[in-house]
Structure formats: structure tokens, C-alpha cells
């Protein structure tokens, strides 16, 4: 059985998502965790068009990538906050994440191995019509998310309310 261009191209993205979000959460510097993040992102995005849902990988590139210029301009613009943010690690703290980090290789190794590669068992070709998708994104039946929309529109407005708070200086 050999390996096909589209598994090489998800391990390739894969292997960037995965080298970026470790970069994101790694390094001190505020821009560039979320230069970091905005790399995970556009390859989520990426993930989604090798498995053939072109209008969900559109979103994720629109909806997520401009959130990260959102944060750009919340928490970097607003607070000027450019100071190396790096404080010292205690060794438990150190030792539960490698530990959690392990724990979570393991379980996706397991999911990996006893599953097989997803992309073999998902029909090709085969898309939602995006007047379906927007009909079960509005509605408010079993299975649709009008519910989680609003949950994450007040989350995003909470947020944006306390980057004003942040930002705002003291009298």
C-alpha cells in the first residue's frame, strides 16, 4: 500500500500546525505568538481543502484568520505591549505538561492506529450546499447552531470589552 500525495500533503501541514502551535505557546514575544497562531490557522484551513470541504476551509480563513488580525489590533495596538513575556517554569509545572502532552500523543496514536487514516473512510467529492450549511447554522432544531452563535458572539464582545478595559489608562 503506498502513500498518496494527499497524505504527504495532510502530514506535511500537519507537521507545521503542529511545529507552529508549540512556537505560538513557546515564545515570549506577544506578535509573534500570534503571527504563530495565525499559521495554525491557515493550515486548519488547509486540512480542511485536502479533505475536500472547500466552503469550510473558506471560512475557517475568514473567520479565524481575521479574529488574529482582531487580536493584533486588541492586544498588541491597544496595550503596546511588546516586553518579553517569559517568566520562569517550576519544574511540577514542567514535568504535568510533559506528562499531559505524552497522555495526548499516546491517545491520538491510538485513535491513528485503530482507525486508520481518516481520509479513506470520508466519501470524496461530496460538499454541503452552502444554502444547506447556512440553513443549519441559523436554525434552531436539534443539530443546528444558532445557540453556539450567539454563545461565541458574546464571548468575542466580552473579550473586545475587557482589550478596552486592558487598554484603557489609569487616572
Not at 79 to 103: C, E, F, H, M, W
Request: net charge positive; hydrophobic share 55%; with cysteine.
Amino acid at each position: 500500500m503506498g502513500t498518496t500525495l494527499q497524505e504527504i500533503a495532510f502530514y506535511v501541514v500537519a507537521a507545521i500546525i503542529a511545529v507552529s502551535s508549540i512556537m505560538a505557546v513557546t515564545t515570549g514575544k506577544i506578535l509573534r505568538a500570534a503571527t504563530y497562531l495565525l499559521f495554525v490557522l491557515f493550515g486548519t484551513g488547509a486540512i480542511y481543502g485536502i479533505l475536500g470541504y472547500t466552503f469550510l476551509g473558506a471560512v475557517q480563513l475568514m473567520v479565524y484568520a481575521g479574529g488574529i488580525v482582531v487580536l493584533y489590533v486588541f492586544s498588541i495596538l491597544l496595550t503596546q505591549s511588546d516586553k518579553n513575556l517569559k517568566y520562569p517554569i517550576r519544574k511540577a509545572k514542567l514535568i504535568s505538561v510533559l506528562l499531559t502532552t505524552g497522555a495526548g500523543a499516546v491517545l491520538v496514536m491510538s485513535i491513528l492506529l485503530s482507525h486508520g487514516f481518516a481520509l479513506n473512510k470520508i466519501p470524496q467529492g461530496i460538499e454541503l450546499p452552502a444554502r444547506e450549511i447556512g440553513h443549519a447554522l441559523i436554525g434552531i432544531d436539534k443539530y443546528q447552531f444558532v445557540l453556539p452563535f450567539e454563545v461565541v458572539s458574546v464571548l468575542l464582545l466580552s473579550c473586545m470589552i475587557g482589550a478596552i478595559l486592558i487598554a484603557r489608562k489609569e487616572k
